[in-house]
Each structure stands twice: as structure tokens, then as C-alpha cells.
């Protein structure tokens, strides 16, 4: 079975500072994977997906980007982070018709 | 355009209570649909999914969930809360290979 990887699990960054969030996935290959944010502690929303290296869809235009340097890996970035761009970050996997997600990263951005 | 409700924010139930959580979905043909939880700072764990077949699924943890295709229904049930069901419940419909999710609902089961 498919095991989703995300790091850090908690991260506090300054307005205007870069971001990096990584999430790696073992157990399947060429996997679809995705990145949701969770405001609130509610709804989610999908920013990317990605059907392949270096292949993303972006759901939502904003201040995020997404990168898919391997087959296995899932990197979510921003240049400038915005007061808006705090939240709870995860990403999942698709396999076998279910999606399954990692633990998330909580962002706070001051 | 594929969407998913949950028209109860927040559903309040005693320990030992049967127990239900609504959904309700709008999709261009048969439908996927999942139900997923999420404890506190975690990520989402899949409960159970209908693809095809026996309207009455059973999933994780002793939760089921019924498909009403006439009322557009996936309505996720237990016959016995326990406190720690207490959580945040999301129903899903996949459609090609992206998932919509519904707003959720925040369960409370009182000891």
C-alpha cells in the first residue's frame, strides 16, 4: 500500500519570505498527486495536480507554484508568501480509484 | 459542474446514538462517491467509497453509507457513536481523476 510523506509539519514563516513544501510517495508508481489547502479547518481546495514529471495543472491562479522534479515527488513553492497563504497544506495520492492524503503541514504565515 | 453539499455544519449526538451524516451531490453521470474523517491537525482518512453495486456500504470503524441515486444521497450512518467519532467528516465525488469535496461536518458525540 501507499505510504505519503509531507514535511515539515509545522512551519511559521515572515510575510515576503520563500516557501518549500515537499511531499514524497512510496508503494505505487506514476502516481497522481495533488496539493489542497485547508482554511479554517474546513473546506478543502485544490491548488495542483499532476499527472506526471513535470506535467501540473493549476486549479487556482494565486501567489503558489508546484513542480514535479520525479515520479514520486511533489513540491509546492512560493516566491513571496502572503498573510493569505496561511493554512493547512496536504497533499494525496490517487490509487485505485480512492484518493489518500498525507498528514499535512500546518502554515503560518506573521 | 460536479459539486457536493453537506447541509449540516455541526451534528450533535449521544454517546451510543445512532448517528448520520448528510450528503448530497450533483454529477453528470454515475457517480464515485467517498466519505472521509479528519481528526485534529491531521490529514483525511478514507471511511468508505460507492463505486457500483449494493446501495448499502460498509466501510471503516463500523460507519456505512447509503447511495439514493433517485434523491442524490450518500448519506454516512452508524448505528452506535462513540466519542471518539467526534471529528470532521467530508463526503467526495471523483470525477474524472479529481475529487470535489463537499464543505464537511463537524461531528460531536457526547459522553
Known amino acids: 500500500s501507499q505510504t505519503i510523506h509531507q514535511w515539515p509539519a509545522t512551519l511559521v514563516q515572515p510575510v515576503g519570505s520563500p516557501l518549500s513544501l515537499e511531499c514524497t510517495v512510496e508503494?505505487?508508481?506514476?502516481?497522481?498527486l495533488y496539493w489542497y489547502r485547508q482554511a479554517a479547518g474546513r473546506g478543502l481546495q485544490l491548488l495542483f495536480y499532476?499527472?506526471?514529471?513535470?506535467?501540473i495543472s493549476s486549479e487556482v491562479p494565486q501567489n503558489l507554484s508546484a513542480s514535479r522534479p520525479q515520479d514520486r515527488q511533489f513540491i509546492l513553492s512560493s516566491k513571496k508568501l502572503l498573510l493569505s497563504d496561511s493554512g493547512f497544506y496536504l497533499c494525496?495520492?490517487?490509487?485505485?480509484?480512492?484518493?489518500?492524503f498525507g498528514a499535512g503541514t500546518r502554515l503560518s504565515v506573521l | 459542474a460536479q459539486s457536493v453539499a453537506q447541509p449540516e455544519d455541526q451534528v450533535n449526538v449521544a454517546e451510543g446514538n445512532p448517528l448520520t451524516v448528510k450528503c448530497t451531490y450533483s454529477?453528470?453521470?454515475?457517480?464515485?462517491l467517498f466519505w472521509y474523517v479528519q481528526y485534529p491537525n491531521r490529514g483525511l482518512q478514507f471511511l468508505l467509497k460507492?463505486?457500483?453495486?449494493?446501495?448499502l456500504v460498509k466501510g471503516s470503524y463500523g460507519f456505512e453509507a447509503e447511495f439514493n441515486k433517485s434523491q442524490t444521497s450518500f448519506h454516512l450512518k452508524k448505528p452506535s457513536a462513540l466519542v471518539s467519532d467526534s471529528a470532521l467528516y467530508f463526503c467526495?465525488?471523483?470525477?474524472?481523476?479529481?475529487?470535489?469535496f463537499g464543505p464537511g461536518t463537524r461531528l460531536s458525540v457526547l459522553p
Open positions: 454529477v453528470s453521470g454515475n457517480p464515485y
Open positions: 494525496a495520492v490517487l490509487a485505485k480509484n480512492i484518493q489518500y
Open positions: 460507492y463505486i457500483t453495486g449494493d446501495n
Open positions: 499532476s499527472v506526471g514529471i513535470g506535467q
Open positions: 508503494g505505487t508508481s506514476n502516481p497522481n
Open positions: 467526495a465525488v471523483a470525477y474524472g481523476q479529481n475529487f470535489v
